[in-house]
């Protein structure tokens, strides 16, 4: 979520990051997690064959996303659970579970 445009107080915003330390830090504790980083909310996409560039405030796109996490777990079950905590589902966060690809060398 873009924290700003939501118009959160500065105390709800505390409040709100507690929350993602918390997660992190379990995760951490856990033995899970393996990486991970929050985003900015400007955006810069370069498309097409004329490689044209368009700066973006992540209000004009439908999702935005704000960071991400890497864990390392045995399914996409595992994961799920893990996602079960995340903290911004009352703000209509969305948690979508990628699996890396692995290439062999």
Not at 16 to 38: P, V
Request: charged fraction near 30%; glycine fraction near 10%; proline fraction near 3%.
């Amino acid at each position: 979520a873009d924290y700003a445009a939501l118009g959160l107080s500065p105390e709800e915003l505390q409040e709100r990051m507690g929350k993602w330390f918390a997660w992190g830090n379990k995760m951490k504790d856990a033995g899970i997690l393996r990486g991970g980083e929050a985003l900015t909310p400007q955006i810069r996409r370069v498309s097409g064959k004329n490689r044209t560039v368009t700066d973006i405030a992540s209000a004009e796109v439908k999702e935005v996303i704000g960071g991400y996490y890497t864990v390392e777990a045995e399914n996409f079950d595992a994961v799920e659970k893990i996602a079960q905590d995340f903290p911004d589902y009352d703000l209509d966060g969305t948690v979508e579970i990628r699996e890396v690809m692995v290439f062999d060398r």
